[in-house]
C-alpha cells in the first residue's frame, strides 16, 4: 500500500494508457492531485489498489468499422434521396408550367366566349328590333336583306373581340 505521485504520463505509462486517459481517470475516480513545482499536476495513487484494465485496441477498431459502414450506408441513402427529389422538383415544374399554359387557354377561351354571347345578344336584338318594325308586307324584303346584315355585324363583332 505505497502511494505514489506521478504525473498524468507517467501514470499513463505505468497502466500503459495515453496521458490523456491517465487524466480522465484520474478525475473519474477522484485521485488527489497536486501542482509540481514545474507547474505540472501530480497525482496521488495507490497503483496496487488501482483496478483499471485498458480496453483492447481491436475492440475500438471493429466499432469504427462498423461505424463507418453506417456512415457509408447513410451517404448512399442521402445520394439517392437526393437524386429522388431532383426528380420530382423536375415533374414538379413541368407540371407548373404546363398548369400555366392551361390557365392561359382557358383565359383565351373565356375571352371568346363572352364575345361570342355579347355578339349573340347584339344579333338577336338586332332580329327582334326588326321584326317589330317590319310591316308583314315587307317581310319578304327584309328576308331577303336580313343574312347580309347578320354576316356584316357578326364581322364585326368578331375583329372587335380580337382587338
Known amino acids: 500500500m505505497t502511494i505514489e505521485t506521478l504525473t498524468y504520463a507517467e501514470l499513463g ?3 500503459t494508457i495515453s496521458p490523456m486517459a491517465a487524466r480522465a481517470l484520474a478525475k473519474r475516480l477522484r485521485l ?3 501542482l509540481s513545482e514545474a507547474g505540472r499536476a501530480l497525482v496521488s495513487v495507490d497503483i496496487a489498489e ?3 484494465s485498458p480496453r483492447q485496441p481491436g475492440r475500438r477498431e471493429s ?3 462498423a461505424s463507418t459502414a453506417r456512415i457509408v450506408a447513410m451517404q448512399a441513402d442521402i445520394t439517392r434521396l437526393e437524386a429522388l427529389a ?3 422538383r ?4 413541368h407540371e407548373r408550367e404546363r398548369a400555366d399554359r392551361l390557365m ?3 383565359l383565351q377561351a373565356n375571352a371568346e366566349t363572352t364575345a361570342a ?3 349573340t345578344a347584339r344579333l338577336e336584338g338586332f332580329l327582334r328590333a326588326s321584326d317589330r318594325t317590319s310591316s308583314s308586307i315587307d317581310n319578304h324584303g327584309l328576308a331577303a336583306r336580313r343574312p347580309g346584315s347578320l354576316a356584316a355585324n357578326l364581322v364585326a363583332a368578331d375583329r372587335k373581340a380580337a382587338r
Open 117 to 119: 354571347r355579347e355578339a
Open 32 to 34: 488527489p492531485r497536486s
Open 90 to 93: 423536375e415533374d414538379f415544374e
Open 50 to 52: 488501482l483496478r483499471h
Open 104 to 106: 392561359v387557354e382557358l
Open 13 to 15: 505509462a505505468r497502466l
Open 86 to 88: 431532383a426528380r420530382h
Open 63 to 65: 466499432a469504427n468499422v
